[in-house]
């Protein structure tokens, strides 16, 4: 009959609609994802609005609900160039050869956007902020280790890098100085930017990663979307790294009164003492709860500030097509203590410095690989910076080449399987701002153990012991040490043990264990011998090292351009003194 036919046509309409949808899913499957990794340099894992009501980041509150927050991210060597180094090559500190704030490497054989570009999917990959790699001034550019193109602002005086952003703003503005603020590079204090919003380094980055995500899509409708080669864009935002520079808008965005009260561990009571007008890159000292929650109001303004511009950057990635086909983490290099147990900056095992925010948000285009619920935290597992090239080269497809220490995050994003996760972490750091503050730790996100080099096994100096022990569930601040209390001894040997296993199985020689027993360290190392630029025979022991260190500062090889605790300024009334030409 006629009704009959008219159904039968209806249902074949139907099955071809079906067929081309699935054809369409089938093609988004197997197309490339591309790939955003969002950076900031010196953030807090506790400054999110999702965590924490007194920070405003609504965006990137909305990509944790979108995706997933993980709640025990870590850096092992938390200062910026070691912690780059892992992210790049997915190494932890010993094998990719760098123990603490010291110069990356110019080439390592494991390097993720490297991998990504040689694929076969051939990703363009480009970078855009702080990369922290070093600077050709031949070539006036940054070292790309895999990056095709790069724009670059480290945040380093330009004396010694005078980077893109450096280039741009002396073209922009003749014969003024960027940091006429009056702020440093670590400094405690915090005030508004001095400049119009505009020339602001977060707002450069925020433009040229806006710019270069139009240019692509540009490209991608030239060739074709199944033809246009995917991307790896990285945006790593300098701050809130000090300065502590907000445009003024942003500032009074945040209410200092409202900031949160810096954390007291009974245990740190040594550091509290200063200066009568400390130095602006002071690294320890109790400065007063009204001066830290100024530099903290100045600090979340930063991040506020940042939380916009990745906004932006989300919303041209939909305006232009692409983000329902673009796997994002976001995620920073470390933290900053912000006067917790009387600290400032970074570099320590406490949870102000090496905990971070960590955050991965999945495609459409990925659902068949991900059963998690958008939205979920994890608060189980342990997760670090080298997690992040396992991970993307997961993402991709791609075999890493040689070695990996970290481990994919979509097996964490996949609830239907009970994933093989790592039981624990290694932190460590070299010396850094004064001989006594070098350490090594373990935590499991439940008790962190660290071993303060310094001093030797089993003594302690007041209430600072050369052993700490937190038990972070019931004490997530680091209130109470409690490494001496006889219901944790069990614990410290436990963590201890490991601690000694690890140095014997790395090889690292007498100097750091010796009959099965820690020994004490009155000096740094840097480097282990896994670091690219030394690996030769006689790099075998500690003293070697350290001798051939110092014949290269003595020689004027420093190992990096400038150590921030040697430009500090020697005298100063403790103004901020704001140079630039208001408009």
Known sequence: TTETKSVGQRLRMLFLLLALLITAQCDDMQRP?????????????????????????????????????????????????????????????WNNGMLGYARVANHYTEEFPRELRDSRHHYITHSVGKDHFGWNKTAKAGIPHGYMSTMIYDGIPESYEFDNYDNWFNQTNPDVNPMCTGLTFNDYRGAPYGLP??????????????????NYTMYQRQVGASQANPFLLKVSFHRPHSPYDPPKDWADKIDASKMPLPWEGDWAGRFKP????????????????HQAQESRKYYYANVAFIDSWIGQIVQTLKEEGVWNNTFVVFTADHGDMLMDHYHWRKGYPYEGAAHIPYIVRWPETMTHR??????????????????????????????PVGRLDGLSLLHLLNSSATPSW???????????????????????????????????PGTCDGEYCAEQLFDLD??????????????????????????????ENQG???TWVKDGQLQRRTRGQLYSPNYPEFIKPHWLDEKTLWDE?????????????????EIEMVEWDGKVHDTCPHH
Not at 35 to 63: C, E, K, W, Y
Not at 475 to 503: C, L, N
Not at 553 to 564: E, I, L, S, T, V
């Open 33 to 93: 994802v591309n790939i955003l990794l969002l950076m900031n340099d010196q953030h807090r894992f506790d400054v999110l609005g999702s965590v924490n009501p007194a920070a405003l980041t609504p965006n990137l509150d909305a990509l944790a609900a979108d995706g997933m927050r993980f709640d025990k991210g870590y850096s092992s060597t938390p200062t910026c160039t070691p912690a780059r180094a892992a992210l790049l090559t997915g190494l932890g500190p």
């Open 197 to 214: 919003e505009k020339d602001h380094p977060t707002a450069w980055v925020g433009r040229r990663a806006v710019s270069w995500i139009k």
């Open 274 to 289: 200063h200066a009568k007008v400390p130095n602006p890159g002071i690294w320890y000292g109790d400065l007063g709860t």
């Open 370 to 399: 991900v059963s998690t619920r958008r939205g979920s935290h994890d608060d189980k597992h342990v997760v670090e910076l080298r997690d992040i090239r396992a991970t993307f080269l997961d993402v991709a497809g791609v075999k």
């Open 422 to 456: 790592r039981p624990y972490l290694e932190l460590e750091h070299s010396t850094c701002y004064n001989e006594t503050n070098h350490w090594n730790a373990f935590t499991d996100g439940h008790t962190k153990y660290i071993y303060n080099a310094y001093y030797t």
């Open 474 to 503: 019931i004490d997530p601040h680091e209130i109470q040490d409690v490494a001496r209390r006889p219901e944790y001894q069990k614990t410290v040997e436990m963590w201890r043990s490991r601690m000694v296993d690890m140095f």
């Open 508 to 510: 690292r020689g007498p």
């Open 549 to 565: 260190y110092q014949s290269r500062r003595q020689a004027g090889h420093a190992d990096f351009p400038f150590d921030a605790t």
